[in-house]
Structures are given as C-alpha cells and as structure tokens.
C-alpha cells in the first residue's frame, strides 16, 4: 500500500501490514460499494469525496457529534492494481457514476463499526426528509423528489436502506424501497429484530431494542444543539446474535460492554460490544455555524425513536 503524502495522513503501518489485507469489506448492505476492508478487519477504506472528507476533518470540532460518528483515521492512497484487483472480486455491485468528486485512488480511513461482531445483525437507516444537498440543482431537487415520492422517508423522515440478519442474504432494497409506513415496521424493522429473540431471549430483544432508543435519543439531543446537515446520510445500526456474548455480559465480564463507542473517546478499551449505533455517510454532509439544527433531520429522529418504542412495547 502506498501512503499518501500529506499531514492529514496516518501511517497505518500497524493496521496494514501488506496488500494482501486489503479485501472487500464482507458486510457492505446499501450504497455504491467499493469499500474496503483492512488492518485484520479494523479499518474500511472508503473512496475518498471531498465533501464528507472535509465533514469527518472538521468533527474534531464538534466533539459530541463525533463521539457518534465512526472513527475518523486519515487517508491512504492505494495502488491501481490493489484497486483493480478488488473491482474484480466484488460481490457487492459497485456504481460510483454520479459520484463527481470522488477521487480515483485516495480512501479515506475510518474505524470498522461490525469489527468484533460474531453474527451481526446490520441495518442502515436513510434519516431526514431532504435527500438532495444545499447545493443541488433545480433538474436535480426535482429528480431527488420524484424519487422520494410515495416512499416513507416523505412522511416520517425517514427510510430503511438496507438490513442484513445474522447469517442471511441481505434483505432486497428494490422491496425496502417498496415499504409502506406500516410496512416498513412489520416487514422491516420488526424482522430485523426477532434473530435477538430466536437465537438468544426474548429479554435480549428487549435490551437491544432498549439500548438502541437510548443511544438514538441521546444523539438526537445532541443533534438539537448542534448546526449542522446530513442529507441523505444513515444511521448504522449493528447488533450481535451471541448467547455467549449476552452471558458474559450480564455476568459482570469486563471483555463485553452493552454500547460500542469510538476508540478516540475510549483509549484502549477493549471490550467488545454487544450493539453499535453510529451516524454514517457524509457525501452530503455541513458544519453550518449560526444556521441552527437540522429540522427536517430532527424530524426523522424523532418518529424513528417513536416507533421504536412502539415495538418495544408490543404494538407490532
């Protein structure tokens, strides 16, 4: 692997000790593809564009943000044939047109929220009303609009992008596309919980589901104090199908913890979590001073969190 020359890169010479390491990323479930894996599947390298880039850089200044956000590790250059080696073994499709500013051989490096999952739960949540960036084009809002019409992300801010249980093909997004906003609970997000509950308890469920809302609604107050846009970015939501796992946690066992946080705001810990919930996908993202929050993202949040709760509580 070639380094990049420049003071916002990291060596990564700990993490990626050969080419060889770099592969594709194994769980990628919504997006352009392209990502890859590295550093023993702690790091996913991602092509570098310009504008989350620059959001990732700048989250240094917003702490509270950040600690919500994936580890922020630098960039790499690769060579062209790791690049093309890794085109040529994709599983996931790869489509990177309409991608204007990415670049062909810088990636930037960012912490992998799956590492240290056995059988990972993954779904990818579309959050916020507007699709289309500050910037857009009067053809491209329309396109963006006539797109979104009828989908559930209009009504309730927010959308399913994608889901992967334990052990399955991902769920297909021409169908996720399809859900109405009954249906995005009951043959979504539902589903995506019961291999909690089939495989480990019931009160695994219970917790998961409990510790999803916490994590969300402590984000969303921060995001209520916080400038900023994140059109058409996620929130990752990632939780372990591990019987083991849930034991040792509720034994006492310092080697697992309820809620992954990043390493930035841990320093060595080393437990590895039962559930990851962090905001992803900053294409279109903006540190906005003196514009106040983003309502139209608060929005997503908000009914997001409710209908969590109305799960937790046996409503569906």
């Known amino acids: 692997m070639q380094q990049k020359d420049s003071s916002d890169t990291v060596s990564l010479s700990e993490l990626i000790m050969e080419d060889a390491e770099v592969s594709e990323f194994q769980h990628q479930i919504h997006g352009h593809g ?6 023993e599947g702690k790091v996913l390298l991602k092509q570098l564009i310009e504008r989350e880039h620059k959001f990732y850089k700048e989250s240094v200044n917003h702490p509270l943000v950040k600690s919500f956000l994936a580890d922020y590790h630098g960039t790499v250059k690769l060579k062209s044939e790791i690049i093309e080696r890794a085109a040529r073994d ?5 489509d ?6 990415r670049s062909a051989d810088t990636y930037i490096c960012l912490e992998n929220l799956v590492h240290g ?8 949540i579309k959050m916020g009303k507007q699709m289309y960036d ?7 809002r329309a396109t963006m ?18 889901i992967r249980r334990a052990g399955e093909p991902r769920f297909d997004r021409h169908e996720l596309h399809k859900l109405s906003l ?10 995506f919980f019961e291999p909690a509950e089939s495989a480990v308890s019931a009160e695994y469920r219970r917790f998961i589901i409990e510790q999803f809302i916490a994590e969300i609604v402590s984000y969303r107050d921060v995001i209520r104090k916080s400038e900023t846009r994140m059109f058409s970015s996620s929130l990752l939501l990632v939780y372990d199908v ?3 796992k849930y034991k040792k946690y509720l034994a006492g066992d310092k080697s697992v913890c309820a809620v992954g946080r990043p390493q930035s705001s841990t320093g060595n810990n080393k437990a590895y979590p039962l559930l990851n919930m962090r905001a992803i996908d900053f294409g279109h993202g903006h540190w906005l001073p003196g514009e106040g929050p983003d309502e139209q993202y608060l929005f997503g949040l908000d009914n997001f969190i409710r209908i969590l709760r109305e799960i937790l509580n046996g409503e569906y």
Do not use: Q
Request: hydrophobic share 40%; charged share 20%.
């Open 90 to 94: 994709a599983t996931f499709p790869v």
């Open 34 to 39: 392209g990502i890859l894996g590295a550093g």
């Open 182 to 191: 009954k249906t995005i609970i009951t043959e979504g997000l539902v589903p």
């Open 134 to 140: 500050l910037d857009a084009t009067p053809e491209k």
């Open 242 to 244: 591990s019987r083991d």
């Open 145 to 162: 609009e006539a797109k979104m019409k009828g989908r559930t992300i209009v009504h309730i801010g927010f959308s399913i992008s994608g």
């Open 96 to 101: 990177l047109s309409g991608i204007e500013t």
């Open 117 to 124: 999952f056995e059988n990972p739960c993954i779904a990818d």
